[in-house]
């Protein structure tokens, strides 16, 4: 029996005053119990639909047609508020933001157990007992803790440890997963997609999963869907789509899933005496109500100039804290910091604001990354035009216009003008967007693949190597 079945879906989004279809004709059904992935590169029409499915379509967006059937049931036409009744009852949804996904003045106990207060009749001590088996199952450490805490307490992979958990709570006929594994490590991820295949074997819950890792999908799911400029390419059973794929399409995204054998990067050669970043027994605790929580204890490493270094670690290990007390957002407890041989241990707020000319930042986050008012134009001219006055040299100016100018061209498949907002992309184009602007010597990138499709990333190793003859 199909839980879900679309049939000829067609949605539109509004430009100024023009509307663009997007999405064209789209038509595929998902079983009781199964797993159907959506897969595709940044900007193809997979998160539309998914939304869609749900009635979640943003403001500037419509459906010009097609149904969506649930249980045999057609909500096509169905308010937003009929809709209430089925979200999070018999559809979740595990939104691909965990940061603008949960309420920042409500603990994490409230919000997970919100939806338990809507849909069941438990009192108040059941319905704890229920949101701390909830947090645990999902993986999160200590979950009496976590119960009292704010989203803003928590790491990202934390953040979408709780969605998922809220998404679950309920045992739904269908969880529409948006990479729901982007912001976790690879155990964590583990845990999760084993815990969302338990769901299916013991209460049918069919999973519609959305992503851009081909190579999970491929491992997880029962059949898949090649999305491509808002049309399905290819979809049928996961082995018989890897093993004969009929479309051009899919058969250059497994060429490119079967290019990706890990190799040993080679020695960078002699380095200059200076290290780019130098730590010494760096240490931050964080006080968590009557509580401490030991982040960072006495930390040491150096960093090369031209080298690349990978911290690797599970959610709420310390790597995102390391990265603020380096960037200056937050003070060390304890320690050195040396960045290009100055201490930036005590700097005054203007030596901090140049030595902000040779580092940066590739967020996890791209939706709370860019500001939604500017077009991406400005918002690489920012940084520019900014600096331009400590720069009297006009030669420099030209260069406003960042990655495009002085820097490797994105590949084609970008497709997006800087004209447009960063609400009108896709999250893979809106990652690179400024890092490059003053070709830092140093730049920290904070999971900058995982929400990038394949062709996407190939821009990536294009920016490492222009980033190495920079020094």
């Not at 997963?177 to 969302?196: C, F, G, H, W, Y």
Request: one cysteine or more; proline letters at 6%.
């Amino acid at each position: 029996m199909n839980v879900l079945s679309v049939e000829n879906l067609r949605i539109s989004y509004r430009s100024r005053q023009e509307w663009r279809e997007v999405v064209h004709g789209v038509s595929f059904s998902i079983r009781r119990g199964e797993m159907l992935a959506f897969v595709g590169e940044s900007g193809s029409g997979k998160t539309t639909t998914a939304q869609a499915i749900i009635g979640l379509l943003a403001d500037n967006a419509r459906r010009d047609g097609g149904k969506i059937v649930i249980n045999a049931e057609d909500i096509s036409g169905w308010s937003g508020k009929r809709l209430d009744s089925l979200r999070g009852a018999r559809i979740s949804l595990v939104p691909q933001d965990p940061g603008n996904s949960l309420n920042p003045v409500q603990t994490i106990g409230t919000q997970v157990g919100e939806i338990l207060r809507l849909h069941q009749k438990h009192g108040a001590a059941e319905r704890k007992s229920q949101v701390l088996a909830l947090l645990e199952k999902v993986g999160l450490s200590h979950p009496e803790q976590r119960f009292n805490q704010y989203p803003h307490q928590l790491s990202g992979g934390m953040k979408q440890r709780v969605l998922i958990a809220i998404a679950i709570a309920l045992k739904p006929d269908l969880i529409i997963a948006d990479e729901p594994t982007s912001a976790l490590d690879v155990t964590v991820q583990k845990r999760i997609l084993d815990l969302l295949d338990t769901l299916r074997r013991e209460s049918g819950t069919a999973v519609l999963f959305v992503t851009h890792d081909l190579a999970l999908a491929a491992q997880r799911a029962d059949r898949l869907l090649v999305f491509r400029h808002g049309e399905i390419q290819e979809q049928g059973a996961t082995a018989e789509v890897i093993r004969t794929p009929q479309h051009a399409y899919t058969r250059q995204l497994l060429s490119d899933l079967q290019g990706q054998n890990l190799t040993i990067a080679p020695a960078g050669g002699r380095g200059l005496a200076t290290p780019a970043i130098r730590l010494e027994g760096v240490s931050k605790r964080f006080t968590l109500g009557h509580s401490h929580l030991q982040a960072l204890d006495r930390v040491s490493f150096e960093v090369r100039r031209g080298s690349t270094h990978a911290l690797v670690g599970e959610s709420g290990s310390g790597k995102t804290t390391l990265a603020r007390i380096l960037l200056g957002f937050e003070r060390a407890d304890g320690g050195e910091i040396a960045i290009d041989g100055i201490n930036a241990g005590h700097l005054s707020r203007e030596a901090q604001r140049q030595l902000r000319r040779k580092i940066q930042f590739v967020y996890q986050n791209p939706f709370a990354s860019l500001d939604p008012r500017q077009t991406l134009q400005q918002i690489i001219e920012e940084p520019l035009k900014n600096f331009d006055r400590f720069q009297p040299d006009p030669a420099a100016r030209p260069r406003r216009g960042g990655c495009r100018q002085g820097s490797p061209s994105p590949p084609s498949c970008w497709g997006e003008p800087l004209a447009s907002s960063p609400a009108a992309s896709a999250s893979g184009w809106r990652l690179p967007a400024r890092w490059c602007w003053s070709r830092p010597f140093w730049c920290w990138m904070k999971p900058p693949r995982r929400s990038t499709s394949r062709c996407r990333r190939k821009f990536w190793p294009c920016c490492s190597s222009s980033s190495s003859s920079w020094g």
